[in-house]
């Protein structure tokens, strides 16, 4: 059987992001393709195209399963898909023990955390310093830099600030 691959996934991301721009006004497509590129194994690249689909568009996980990508590809994207009703610490857990979902995981905070893309917005400093923040602290986390319990206690700092 064949499966799924970059040209499905590429479809999808272009269909479905179409028109939608990030915080500084580019198109949105582009941090996806960027999260790809930044993965070296295959599946996790096609996890790192579609990260944000589940999350942020109409598509469904059985709309993955129903276009042909493979089980595995379609569970790191469930992995890589934060749900409201978690914190980012526990998402950001749970991403850790498959592979394919921390590659693509690691690539998409290396690409929200880059330089070129980190934006200096007065009116909202203080939140956004606070994610950047929350992006540094679960990239070393993923990159074995951090012990799950120093991650744990370094995020709950961080949401009570932003709780307050």
């Known amino acids: 059987m064949e499966y799924a691959g970059i040209d499905e996934a590429l479809a999808l991301v272009a269909k479905h992001f179409r028109g939608m721009t990030d915080k500084d006004g580019e198109p949105y497509v582009m941090h996806c393709l960027r999260v790809m590129m930044g993965c070296r194994e295959s599946d996790a690249q096609l996890v790192g195209l579609m990260h944000d689909l589940v999350e942020d568009t109409s598509v469904t996980l059985a709309d993955l ?36 979902a921390r590659e693509a995981k690691l690539s998409d905070l290396r690409d929200n955390f880059s330089i070129n ?31 799950e319990t120093s991650y744990r206690r370094n995020m709950a700092r961080v949401e009570d600030v932003s709780a307050s």
Do not use: C, W
């Open 65 to 100: 399963r129903s276009q042909g990508f493979t089980d595995e590809v379609v569970a790191a994207v469930d992995l890589v898909t934060h749900k409201s009703g978690d914190s980012y610490a526990e998402y950001v857990v749970s991403i850790k023990s498959n592979p394919l």
């Open 117 to 147: 893309r980190v934006l200096y917005r007065e009116p909202v400093r203080e939140r956004d310093l606070l994610r950047m923040q929350r992006y540094v602290l679960s990239y070393q986390y993923l990159s074995d830099r951090l012990d």
